[in-house]
């Protein structure tokens, strides 16, 4: 793993540590996100689930958000961050958003998506 994705993971474990999990939870949760995202926050895959998320088709951020990007986005709006309106299914207007994120920002959402949606595949961590 570089020096840069392996600082990335660090930051990640830490906030999934100060949110209550194990070191070895937070540990495989940051490396899963760290190769996810292949340690960019704003690392933007175009088109890759056109299929299962037409309305928002693009992975997009560290944990490669897709048909989750419009709740990331307003979960960042609601953090402060300024995100323009756009269409998700504009790969340009997509790229922008995603150099908007903090990683924290990111993390963030993450940890809050486990608490609500994704809260049966956190029971399973």
């Known amino acids: 793993m570089s020096a840069e994705r392996l600082a990335i993971a660090r930051r990640i ?3 999934y540590i100060r949110a209550g999990y194990t070191p070895t ?7 899963n996100m760290a190769w996810e995202g292949g340690g960019k926050t704003d690392l933007v ?3 890759d689930n056109w299929k299962n998320s037409p309305r928002s088709p693009h992975s997009i951020g560290i944990g ?4 989750r990007a419009p709740a990331l986005i307003e979960y960042a709006r609601k953090q402060g961050i300024d995100i323009p309106r756009g269409d998700y299914r504009d790969v340009s207007y997509m790229r922008d ?7 924290e920002t ?8 486990k608490s609500g949606p994704e809260g049966r595949a956190n029971s399973m961590i």
């Open 97 to 103: 958003v995603a150099r908007r994120l903090p990683l």
């Open 13 to 15: 474990a830490e906030a």
């Open 25 to 31: 939870q937070a540990a495989a949760i940051a490396g």
């Open 64 to 67: 490669q958000w897709n048909d």
């Open 45 to 47: 895959n175009p088109g």
């Open 106 to 113: 990111q993390v963030g959402f993450a940890i809050q998506e």
